[in-house]
């Protein structure tokens, strides 16, 4: 039962380039979420997505691109990375908005150093 | 105003005491919560949710709800080394889409 998985789970990259940081799920959850945390800030949402093909925008989503093409995977883009990217990013899932349904579930996290 | 405020701490208490940490969120039509344990480098993990008011026991962790103060809190009873980690609380966001809002955590520390 692999869960949700993450890679890589480390990462180091140079401002400028494009880095894109994945996400699976073997569960079928409709929900997932990418979060970065840092210092400070705790843990804060880019970007979700209810469904396949359907994607919005959280509290940070500047920067950052996503898709879901197929249920299982929610890919996380850096079009551009900068410093203020550096940060350790979480993908979480969740079956559904119903209640009993709607918690989330954390993948390892990735760990972002852009130079 | 912070949607969530925690105490970061951190909070130090001896093992076997009952650990405290509480939350206050400014969502007031939030109807869910949710306690999560992070330890350190680590991703966070599911301690306890919580739908109504009043308290919700589970083993040695009780939550406790109240919507009119716009409070939640969870005890950790008989304390022990290994529940030292940062606690996260996280009210779903009202609006839909299952937002989780978190706030900064709260550190505790069992000491021997």
């Known amino acids: 039962d692999a869960g949700i998985t993450q890679s890589p789970r480390y990462k180091i990259t140079e401002t400028g380039r494009q880095v894109t940081l994945m996400c699976h799920q073997t569960w079928s959850h409709s929900y997932m979420f990418w979060y970065r945390q840092d210092l400070g800030h705790g843990l804060r949402l880019i970007y979700y997505?209810?469904?396949?093909?359907?994607?919005d925008k959280g509290e940070v989503p500047d920067g950052y691109v996503v898709s879901r093409s197929k249920t299982e995977n929610f890919p996380l883009t850096l079009e551009s990375a900068t410093r203020s990217q550096t940060s350790v990013y979480f993908c979480a899932s969740s079956e559904s908005v119903s209640r009993g349904q709607e918690t989330q579930y954390f993948g390892p996290g990735t760990r972002l150093l852009v130079l | 105003q912070k949607e969530v405020e925690q105490n970061s701490g951190p909070l130090s208490v001896p093992e076997g005491a009952i650990a405290s940490l509480n939350c206050t969120y400014s969502?007031?039509?939030?109807?869910?919560f949710f306690w999560y344990r992070q330890y350190s480098g680590k991703s966070p993990e599911l301690i306890m949710f919580i739908y109504s008011n009043g308290d919700k026991e589970d083993g040695r962790f009780t939550a406790q709800l109240n919507k009119a103060s716009q409070y939640v809190s969870l005890l950790i009873r008989d304390s022990q080394p290994s529940d030292s980690a940062t606690y996260l609380c996280?009210?779903?966001?009202?609006?839909?889409?299952?937002?989780?809002?978190f706030g900064t955590g709260t550190q505790l520390k069992v000491e021997l």
């Open positions: 996280a009210p779903i966001l009202t609006g839909g889409g299952n937002k989780l809002t």
């Open positions: 997505s209810a469904a396949a093909d359907i994607t």
């Open positions: 969502d007031r039509g939030s109807q869910s």
